[in-house]
């Protein structure tokens, strides 16, 4: 899935604080509106697993912000991956690598760590700092940045 524009993982918590227009630690917030707004402008593309979108339904969401992330999914630059045999075996062995190094992994975050390799995404984006962000780099052999989304460019407000 490899594009000339940046391909960006979000986890359930990045929706999640985009639709419920969150406040957090400074700058988190503006990398994901940066993130967002570059999506908004088909220069860059938003990978997420369908995984997501269950986890995201079990929130307490108002009517008009399911209908809004119900939506997104109908931009061609937001693509939702199925959990397919072969995602669901790299899932499988990213848990089994941990597990060797006495180390836990949720099998949610190793299903959304398996999908965001299987796409060959740019960044996977998370505000999960204890679980996720904590193994970026080397994800059972497999080169992945994981991180909060940053603002590079930063947006002029007018």
Partial sequence: MRQSKPTYYWDA???????????SKPGEMEGL???AWLVDRN??????SVMTKGEVWQSALPVNVRVMFAD?????????VDLSDPISALGGVIRED???RHA???????QHLATAIACKVTEFHTFD??????????VAGYKLIIC???????????
């Fill in 13 to 23: 918590s990045l929706f999640l604080a985009w639709l419920m227009n969150e406040s």
């Fill in 33 to 35: 509106a940066e993130v």
């Fill in 43 to 48: 220069q860059a593309i938003i990978v997420t």
């Fill in 72 to 80: 997104v999914f109908k931009r061609p630059n937001v693509v939702l």
């Fill in 98 to 100: 941990y597990a060797s």
């Fill in 104 to 110: 836990k992994l949720k099998l949610a975050d190793a």
């Fill in 129 to 138: 700092e204890n679980d996720l962000i904590a193994k970026s780099g080397n």
């Fill in 148 to 158: 909060k989304p940053k603002g590079v460019q930063g947006i002029l407000q007018l």
